[in-house]
């Protein structure tokens, strides 16, 4: 999902240039998604997949990055289902024009929880709950 725009971004996009500058949580938790036609779907993520969400659920996140944004948000895409749309933008500076892009989420997403390890006490076999 591309689209081009010609103003500038949000102020509250942000610039992840490190993994520090993504949320901390990485376990596996459930979020719940209202895409564009309607339907609605629960997912869980965990590890950068879910890092990057929780960042987009807060704020749109420039494209570009150290951090390899572009490898999630396709995995996002093709094997959740999740609607990212990549946002153009063009500036002029008066010697060159450059381009650039920003992640936001099309869809609602709601984090629901995270998913926790129990332990039986008849053994060690663990439940997802």
């Known amino acids: 999902m591309n689209k081009k725009i010609e ?19 990485r376990g596996s938790a459930r979020f719940e998604v209202y895409t564009a036609n309607g339907d609605r779907k629960n997912v ?55 381009r650039f892009g920003v992640y936001k989420l099309t869809d609602q997403v709601h984090y629901l929880g995270e998913i926790s390890s129990v332990t039986r006490d008849s053994g060690s076999s663990e439940v997802k709950a």
Request: net charge positive; aromatic share 6%.
């Open 44 to 98: 869980i993520l965990s590890n950068r997949k879910r890092q990057v969400v929780d960042a987009l659920i807060r704020n749109p996140i420039y494209c570009a990055s150290p951090v390899r944004l572009s490898d999630i948000v396709m995995l996002l895409r093709s094997e959740d289902g999740l609607g990212v749309e990549t946002v153009y933008f063009q500036e002029s500076d008066g010697i060159e024009k450059t």
């Open 7 to 25: 103003s500038k971004p949000p102020e509250s996009t942000r610039w992840i240039f490190s993994r520090r500058d993504l949320p901390p949580r």
